[in-house]
């Protein structure tokens, strides 16, 4: 637990060094703000003291900035060979995984933590049903979880971090749009079985209020397959 | 720490990039690694280090498989690879703090541990620079820095003074014979002067087998064969004195390289020295002898004899 620690503080480190970490939290406020208070179907538009809109505005920027966040996780490190160096200290390659998950995931908390001043804002507005707003970052948190699994699988098949940012996108993009329309278009048990594959329904119905074991299940399911994947692909070397 | 290795094999595709190679190393010992590029050098050291898998045979490290799970080998093992591969955009001490806390080092020593990398390595006027704003040597210092931090048993250099200036090259040598004395140095180098300098014994391979093991003296012997002396004599003829020297028993063949000087290549016959006889021989006339120099077999020789194809 400590050598994940270890890794997941450099990888939270490294982020804050470069930049990215301050680009992201920028962009990540700035994109989920625009659409919650100021464009479209906003909070104002709707007319109620809720943040339905900010939660599904901000699934859809996880979306495109979690990819962002992982690509150059492990695809940097196998390009440059800090990768060698990494796994020849006295760490697993799960650990690698695990903290490199780990590091990621913090830097999504502080973005969403960083969202707070628009729950207060609209708990001063109106009555905010508490419940619904933390199921609601929940939900966010699991789908993060998700896609963060998937883009550290992308980044360790590559030593390009474009492809691996396409790769997690391309995978991302069944979950989030492609299974729910052949949900719609199918009927019966193709049709049922999409709808279980969709992630958007999952996250709908955590984030509605409704904390049903099928979706806890759904998420930890594709994340702890992301992982998984992830390690498999860094433990190829020993063969090839 | 002792290492091990047994019948080490390793493919890749249809090529045998590691070939049935077996040797020890010892605590206290300092083994060069030589082969020409490609030979199996770097795939070795990194199968020693864990980095990817054995295929056949085993590597032992302190009486236990690398293999089994429970060996926490790694442990013991600093590691400076090829290339030197380096988190570019982190600080010096902050990245010597990630290493010493990845390999265990307890926490309340890990300060006093960078203190002394840092002093030992020559990094103190650099030391909150980052990384990617070093030159090539200061980097290579790092690299030396983090595989010593938590003060291993065994050291794995792969080409650990390439990008040095000569007298950092002096000084990590002296550093290397230093360590060498208490700890398992493995290093693989192109500069074979560095070989003669550093290692107590050398280890030559070429794709993918051992070619040479032992002591720069003994191969040196092995590939040497007979005693061939350089001679000058003066106060005679060339040929007078070509006649004389090819009459000793001990010489098998006498060539006359300079005759404006008298300079001649004696080679004497197996197992015998001549020395003495081309003494007494210019005693014996009352030449003068000016010169007696025995030509060694210098390590390029060895290598290129037993690497080219």
């Known amino acids: 637990m400590h050598t994940i620690w270890t890794i997941a503080k450099r990888e939270l480190a490294t982020f804050f060094d470069s930049l990215i970490a301050y680009i992201i939290l920028v962009l990540f406020l700035g994109f989920s703000g625009f659409f919650t208070w100021l464009y479209g179907n906003d909070v104002f538009l709707v007319g109620q003291a809720n943040l339905r809109v900010f939660f599904n505005i901000a699934s859809w920027s996880l979306f495109f900035f979690i990819p962002a966040i992982t690509m150059k996780m492990l695809a940097e490190e196998r390009k440059t060979g800090t990768l060698e160096l990494l796994l020849t200290k006295s760490v697993s390659d799960r650990q690698v995984i695990l903290g490199k998950f780990l590091g990621s995931i913090l830097l999504v908390c502080i973005a969403l933590a960083a969202t707070l001043p628009y729950v207060i804002t609209v708990s001063n507005i109106g009555n905010l049903d508490n419940g619904g707003t933390i199921c609601g970052y929940l939900g966010l948190l699991l789908l993060s979880m998700a896609y963060t699994a998937i883009g550290i699988f992308a980044s360790s098949i590559t030593t390009n971090q474009i492809v691996a940012f396409m790769t997690t996108l391309f995978i991302g993009l069944f979950f989030h749009i492609i299974f729910g329309v052949l949900a719609h278009n199918f009927t019966g048990s193709l049709g049922q079985f999409f709808d279980t594959l969709d992630l958007q329904s999952h996250f709908e119905s955590v984030s509605r209020g409704v904390l049903d074991s099928k979706d806890l299940v759904y998420f930890f399911s594709i994340t702890v397959l992301g992982l998984y994947l992830g390690e498999w692909s860094l433990s190829k070397r020993h063969i090839s | ?309």
């Open chain 2, 1 to 309: 720490m002792d290492i091990q290795i047994e019948k080490l094999t390793k493919t890749y595709g249809p090529q045998k990039a590691v070939n049935d190679i077996s040797f020890d190393v010892k605590t206290g010992e300092v083994l060069g690694f030589l082969g020409p590029n490609g030979a199996g050098k770097s795939t070795t050291m990194k199968m020693i280090t864990g980095y990817i898998g054995i295929e056949k045979g085993d590597i032992r490290i302190g009486g236990k498989s690398v293999t089994d799970p429970e060996s926490n080998f790694k442990q013991h093992i600093g590691y400076l690879p090829e290339n030197n591969p380096l988190y570019l955009d982190m600080p010096i001490i902050d990245y010597l703090e990630f290493c010493a806390a990845l390999q265990g080092v307890e926490k309340a020593n890990i300060k006093d541990r960078i203190r002394e990398m840092i002093g030992l390595c020559g990094l103190n006027r650099e030391k909150h620079k980052k990384i990617g704003e070093l030159s090539k040597g200061y980097r290579q210092r790092v690299g030396l820095a983090q595989a010593m931090i938590h003060d291993p048993e065994i050291l794995i250099l792969d080409e650990p003074t390439t990008g040095l200036d000569p007298n950092q090259i002096i000084e990590i040598r002296k550093l290397i014979r230093d360590l060498g004395k208490e700890k398992t140095v493995i290093l693989s180098t192109h500069i074979l002067p560095e070989v003669e300098a550093t290692c107590d014994r050398i280890l030559i391979i070429n794709r993918g087998s051992i070619v040479a093991n032992g002591t720069p003296e003994t191969l040196r012997k092995q590939a040497q064969g007979n005693e061939v002396l350089k001679v000058r004599i003066e106060d005679a003829k060339a040929e007078t004195i070509a006649k004389a020297l090819s009459d000793l028993d001990t010489v098998q063949d006498v060539d006359l390289i300079e005759r404006e000087e008298n300079l001649f290549e004696v080679q004497s016959i197996a197992q015998q020295s001549s020395k003495r006889n081309i003494f007494k021989l210019c005693v014996d006339k009352k030449w003068v002898l000016t010169e007696l120099t025995p030509l060694e077999t210098k390590l390029e020789d060895i290598f290129r004899n037993l690497t080219v194809n």
